[in-house]
């Protein structure tokens, strides 16, 4: 087993390490981050924002954002710039992390969607009217209660798809709770979930291909996938390489810290 698999199920377990390394440094807010070592998950908008607006930063990429926290609880690193969700997902396991806001992320929530091949109109025809259907009946809420749910205790969809005629390939990078994930064996997640009604709609079956995150682009590129759902965020710089569906959820970045 890789080093980043077993420490990623050690943390996903709840597992805790005691803290080590490098003094914990104060920080409250977007203010503190000038010169500080700083974990991100690689391609997110997390890292482009910490490289655009965070003077003198010395930052690490990993390929989740579990494999960022693993790093701050030891002390390598003195925090994690990462979407909310997620987040707290990570910190609801590790009680020697907790989260930071800053108003600036709040003041600039980020639109998840799914992208398709740049003039890939049949696809994203399906994706937008999948989710028009959603939110005009009942099932965005569902999923939303299953995946986001109140009391914590997350229930998994079961979607019933008979089709046998083909399938329809989803791209995501199954580290980003809730919105994918692996549970035992399967792919989970409320972008899991939706893919299942993406390939409903379609008439096909869904398969479901994990990968780095900024692989996700350059397969969906070369017909690798034929959608990606991995709480994407509408950037100007990926629409110069894919096209979105309509926004189906609004995040903001936050800060993850230990506490001691």
């Not at 028009?132 to 009946?137: H, T, V």
């Not at 399967?186 to 939706?194: L, N, R, T």
């Not at 100007?236 to 001691?260: G, H, L, T, W």
Request: aromatic share 8%; glycine share 8%; hydrophobic share 40%.
């Amino acid at each position: 087993m890789k080093k980043s698999v077993l420490f990623s199920a050690i943390l996903a377990a709840g597992i805790i390490f005691s803290s080590c390394g490098s003094e914990k440094v104060e920080i409250n807010g977007v203010k503190d981050l000038a010169g500080l070592k700083i974990g991100v998950q690689a391609g997110t908008t997390g890292e482009a924002w910490v490289l655009d607006n965070v003077a003198d930063v010395k930052l690490s990429s990993f390929k989740s954002g579990i494999d960022a926290a693993l790093d701050l609880k030891t002390g390598s690193i003195d925090c994690v710039v990462l979407d909310e969700l997620p987040a707290q997902a990570i910190v609801e396991k590790n009680p020697d992390l907790k989260i930071v806001r800053d108003a600036e992320f709040t003041a600039n929530k980020e639109e998840y969607a799914i992208a398709v091949k740049k003039g890939n109109e049949e696809v994203l025809s399906i994706i937008n009217k999948t989710i028009a259907d959603l939110k005009a009946g009942n099932g965005y809420n569902e999923l939303t209660n299953a995946f986001m749910p109140t009391d914590g205790k997350i229930t998994i969809p079961s979607i019933e798809n008979e089709s046998t005629s083909g399938v329809i390939k989803l791209g995501t990078n199954a580290s980003f709770p809730p919105f994918e994930y692996v549970e035992g064996t399967k792919f989970v997640g409320f972008d899991i979930s939706m893919g299942e009604y993406i390939a409903k709609t379609a008439g096909l079956k869904l398969e479901i291909v994990d990968m780095a995150f900024d692989s996700l682009i350059p397969a969906l590129q070369s017909d690798t996938i034929d959608f990606i759902a991995a709480g994407m965020s509408v950037t100007e710089e990926r629409k110069q390489n894919v096209d979105f569906s309509e926004p189906y959820y609004a995040s903001e970045q936050v800060i993850i810290v230990r506490v001691k």
